[in-house]
């Protein structure tokens, strides 16, 4: 009779933490995606607001 | 003032929240429910165990990044026959997503590949497509932001945008066209009627329509800051040109 071994590492469960990277990953870009725009979307309207005082500060030519 | 005001509009009305604000809160109860489908409710795969269900997010991110090419490639289409400056936004927007979209089929196609392949990379005919995919679009925001001109940018970008989706169906196509290690389609047109289990094609759907929701709501994230990056050079422009 064969004596089978069954090598750990051919187990499905030994691939979890596989499975877990491909969804850190997959947040990690998805939300690191969107902090960068609402990053830049909140710099830019505070760059907006500080030009907007200086044109209000200047006249009109005319 | 015009154009803090238009910012403003996006805000929404009377109290009421904005459709990108709705858009989010739709996306993210859709991720929650997403997730408990892809970890309660889908069975597990008898071969490849619970690391099969990286597909439940890897297939339709893949899915979501043809989409917005295709999105792409219909607004460059739009630009360079009107010439109107919304159809470039859209383009613009959505090859960014895009870019973002197929990064993440690249990434988790490379990670689930560890295990059941035991390589993390092969130059096979749908890895090597999707790479062709990913430089392609990284070329057209390069384009948009090394042309001489915004105007000429966004002429180029557009060609290239046009030219490029070529790439697309031979990224689908390339496992049926050549001798290839990655799994046969599920979905389209060359999939087979009992390719997937029934509950796994319906939590596959729920999150096609997840990230489908995502998309949506990532471009009107990115069409908003490219609406605040003009007011922005509308503002620098006018302060020039009274001396400031």
């Known amino acids: 009779m064969l004596d089978f071994i069954l090598l750990s590492s051919h187990l499905p469960s030994s691939n979890l933490p596989y499975l877990f990277a491909a969804f850190a990953v997959s947040w990690v870009v998805l939300f690191g995606y969107l902090f960068y725009v609402n990053r830049r979307q909140h710099e830019m309207k505070k760059e907006i607001a500080r030009l907007q005082n200086v044109l209000d500060q200047t006249p009109e030519e005319e | ?244």
């Open chain 2, 1 to 244: 003032m015009a154009n803090t005001q238009s910012m403003e509009r996006s805000g929404g009305l009377g109290g009421f929240p904005s459709i990108k604000t709705i858009l989010a809160l739709i996306t993210g109860v859709m991720m929650l429910v997403d997730l408990y489908f892809i970890f309660m409710v889908a069975p597990t795969d008898s071969v490849l165990g619970h690391v099969q269900r990286v597909f439940y997010f890897h297939v339709p991110i893949a899915i979501v990044s043809f989409l917005a090419f295709f999105v792409v490639f219909i607004s460059s289409l739009g630009y360079l026959i009107k010439r109107t400056p919304k159809w470039d936004a859209v383009a613009h927007a959505s090859a960014e997503v895009g870019v973002v979209f197929v990064t993440l089929a690249l990434l988790t196609g490379i990670i689930w590949a560890r295990p059941v392949w035991n390589t993390w990379w092969t130059w096979e005919p749908r890895l090597t497509t999707t790479m062709i995919l990913w430089l392609i679009y990284v070329a057209y925001l390069m384009v948009r932001s090394y042309a001489p001109t915004q105007s000429k940018g966004a002429i180029y970008a557009a060609v290239v945008g046009i030219i490029g989706f070529v790439d697309v169906p031979i990224v689908y196509y390339s496992v049926v066209w050549w001798r290839s290690i990655h799994p046969s389609p599920v979905v389209g047109p060359f999939a087979q009627a009992d390719a997937l289990d029934g509950t796994m094609a319906l939590v596959l759907l729920f999150s096609l329509i997840t990230f489908l929701f995502f998309f949506t709501y990532m471009v009107a994230e990115r069409m908003e800051l490219r609406n605040t990056e003009e007011a922005l050079g509308r503002i620098r422009f006018t302060l020039r040109r009274r001396g400031r």
